[in-house]
């Protein structure tokens, strides 16, 4: 005979109880499609136009974070350092890294149905690339030749301007991404003109691509809203208004003390003082030198910055180039003091002080700039900050834009490439044009970049001072943030816990803001 034990009727219920909570506790944890994601940045507005872009701009950031929702690349880079197929499949090159061939993925459509070929690619990637990339179709292959080794080219074409779209006859752009732009989000309707002239939204929404190649995104739309100043975008944040904002350095303690969520990337921008010719006293080396000695950047990014930022001595971060920690850049007050007495006084800025000009926008470049002036003081040398002119004020411009004339610059300059090669390249090209080396393509072995930033430094007609991480406030009902340390935001992956954002998935219901239609074969489950 057997015997089962008997379980009290209280048992029972406490058992129920706790399997209903663990699946209510699931349910919630798992991703949900629909809502609309609110994101709000302090820039003046956006273009999702890649070759209208600023290389080195702070608005290259927010540029390049909305285009990855429309626009795929043919090659992506994860969070572990390894590329991954996205437009194209498979790619192979020759021994010497001049010929890449790519193979494209078949069935691609981009968001008005039509299919993506390889002269699409070719010629969206021509227009974006520099001259020595020569880029062709071959039947459903993408071939690019150059006269130099490019074997950095996958790191050129996983990041920056390199996205994949096609221009319409009304000069509108088509992508094959996760969204797409939805009616007035485009050149004709709240948009503002930028600083190179361009058309830039103010307001822009995108809607959920139900026909990705890549699968539905779980999110049904994205607003985006420009102009909001800092507090504000905390303020929206607290009360619910705003899902994603952007957070300067000096609130990212605040914030995270009111127990909001902060992320942080890897420095992302460089601060830095650019000496012109615009007076004869910049351009003697040993005035430069003693100037780069005087300088605390601990204090700079220490106090100015409340430990938010990193001091900085090359160019390119650690994280980009691999070998930024080989150069070093001490305060030495005594020595900068021993350099100047030794020059001569209409060099010594006695007769005429050095005057600086700060064109990065934004308190924290004020602040920062008078931190060089005062630490130029303590060295004896005497740096005047200069006022900026209203009517040319384009961020990093390579010519004076204050009055009077100055010899000295406080730019910014917005990392963008993966490619530690053409990085440097842009950047000398924007801010040295002399050191440029023109159409030719630079050298991209590891110790020949090296070398070049070497020689740049220690000419110290660019002396970097820090460099800034993005820092972004997220509500907590963001979920499955998951962003790589250069600040590419997945976020076709992201999905809202939040129940009036809620619904099912878009294959057996009806959303509010669009008629759903059935997810594709490789939509996220």
């Known amino acids: 005979m057997r015997f089962t034990a008997s379980v009290p009727s209280a048992a ?114 021509q227009a974006v690339l520099p001259a020595t990339h020569q880029v062709n179709a071959l039947g ?38 996760p969204f797409f732009a939805a009616k007035g989000t485009s050149k004709e309707t709240g948009a503002a003109k930028g600083l190179s002239g361009e058309l830039r939204s103010l307001h822009m929404r995108f809607v959920a691509n139900e026909e990705s190649w890549s699968g539905r995104p779980f999110l049904n739309e994205i607003a985006v809203t420009f102009g909001i100043p800092v507090l504000r975008q905390i303020l929206d944040l607290q009360l619910g208004h705003a899902d994603i904002v952007e957070i300067s350095p000096e609130w990212v303690r605040r914030v995270s003390q009111e127990k909001l969520r902060v992320w942080a990337s890897s420095p992302l921008t460089l601060l830095a003082l650019r000496f012109d010719s615009e007076q004869s006293a910049s351009s003697n080396a040993k005035l430069r030198e003693a100037l780069a000695f005087s300088l605390d950047r601990g204090t700079m990014a220490g106090v100015l910055l409340q430990k938010q930022a990193e001091p900085a001595s090359a160019l390119l971060p650690q994280w980009l180039s691999g070998y930024a920690f080989l150069f070093s850049m001490e305060t030495n007050l005594e020595r900068a003091k021993d350099i100047r007495s030794t020059l001569p006084g209409n060099v010594a800025t006695v007769s005429e002080p050095l005057r600086m000009c700060v064109d990065a926008a934004g308190d924290l470049a004020k602040l920062l700039g008078e931190r060089v002036a005062v630490n130029a003081r303590q060295a004896q040398l005497f740096l005047q900050v200069a006022s900026r002119t209203l009517n040319r004020a384009a961020t990093n411009s390579a010519t004076s834009s204050c009055e009077p004339a100055a010899g000295l610059h406080l730019v910014a300059w917005r990392y963008s490439s993966l490619s530690a090669r053409a990085e440097l390249e842009s950047f000398v090209r924007a801010q040295i044009p002399a050191e440029a080396t023109g159409n030719a393509a630079s050298p991209a072995d590891p110790e020949q970049v090296y070398a070049r930033e070497r020689k740049l430094l220690d000419d110290r007609r660019i002396v970097p001072l820090v460099a800034l991480p993005e820092f972004v406030g997220l509500s907590a009902n963001v979920r499955d943030w998951m962003p790589t340390k250069w600040a590419k935001w997945n976020l076709a992956d992201v999905w809202l816990d939040a129940p009036e954002t809620i619904t099912e998935n878009p294959s057996t219901s009806t959303s509010s803001s669009t008629q759903s239609k059935s997810a594709s074969s490789g939509a996220k489950p």
């Open 12 to 125: 029972i219920s406490l058992m129920i109880c706790s399997l209903l909570s663990a699946s209510s506790t699931r349910a919630a944890e798992h991703p949900h499609y629909g809502g609309t994601l609110r994101i709000e940045f302090r820039g003046a507005g956006a273009t999702l136009d890649p070759r209208m872009w600023k290389v080195g701009s702070v608005s290259f950031g927010a540029d390049e974070k909305l285009a990855q929702l429309v626009f795929d690349r043919l090659v992506t880079l994860n969070s572990y350092g390894r590329f991954e197929p996205a437009l194209a499949t498979q790619w192979s090159h020759d021994p010497s890294f001049k010929r890449w061939q790519f193979t494209l993925r078949s069935g691609v459509k981009f968001s008005d149905g039509s299919v993506l070929t390889a002269l699409d690619v070719a010629t969206a990637l």
């Open 140 to 177: 459903n292959f993408v071939v690019f030749q150059a006269s130099l080794p490019i074997p950095d080219l996958l790191e050129e074409l996983a990041s920056g301007r390199n996205f994949i779209f096609r221009v319409q006859p009304d000069g509108t752009l088509l992508g094959t991404g």
